[in-house]
Structure formats: structure tokens, C-alpha cells
């Protein structure tokens, strides 16, 4: 069996940013209030955990680590990295 390399386009990098920048747009809405607020805190909890799981994928990914092109927040790698560190702060 032959090792699959995941090496998107500038285009699919360009995407999976823009995904990242709409998971802490959430994250940090959820922590501030204005997301979520009538849901119960289970439900908040399970939100920001799947999109701080969501986070630290892409950060793992090659492209990822590899990218050095210059982002605007929310889907810049500081806001990324923020939002995770908030993320988990919340859940604790």
C-alpha cells in the first residue's frame, strides 16, 4: 500500500484557512455570548470542542505548518492558535 501525501492546491490551502477562520469566528462568539445563547452548555461545550479538534487537525497538517503566506484574522495561524488556547480554557 502506497502512502497518500496531502499536498492541496493554493486554492484548497486558501479553503481550508477561510474554514479555520469560521471555526474560531464561532469559538470566540460561544466564549462572548453571541452564539449559542440559548442552547444549553452541553451543546455549547460539544460546539467548541469539535471545532477546536477541528483547529488542531489542520494545525498537525504539512500544509499547514508549511504555509507562510500573510493571513487576516480570524484565519490567520495567531488567531487559530488564540482560539484554541480559548477554546480549551472554556472547556475546562
Not at 455570548?33 to 460546539?47: F, H, L, V, Y
Not at 494545525?59 to 499547514?64: C, D, F, I, R, V
Not at 490567520?76 to 475546562?92: E, N, P, Q, V
Request: charged fraction near 30%.
Amino acid at each position: 500500500m502506497t502512502d497518500v501525501v496531502d499536498t492541496p492546491t493554493a486554492e484548497e490551502i486558501n479553503q481550508h484557512f477561510t474554514a479555520c477562520g469560521h471555526s474560531v469566528d464561532l469559538i470566540n462568539a460561544i466564549i462572548d455570548g453571541t452564539q449559542m445563547a440559548d442552547e444549553t452548555q452541553e451543546e455549547k461545550n460539544d460546539c467548541v470542542d469539535r471545532n477546536v479538534r477541528h483547529l488542531e487537525i489542520q494545525e498537525a497538517k504539512q500544509w499547514y505548518i508549511d504555509d507562510s503566506e500573510s493571513r487576516e484574522a480570524p484565519a490567520d495561524k495567531a488567531s487559530i492558535s488564540a482560539a484554541i488556547t480559548a477554546g480549551k480554557a472554556y472547556l475546562a
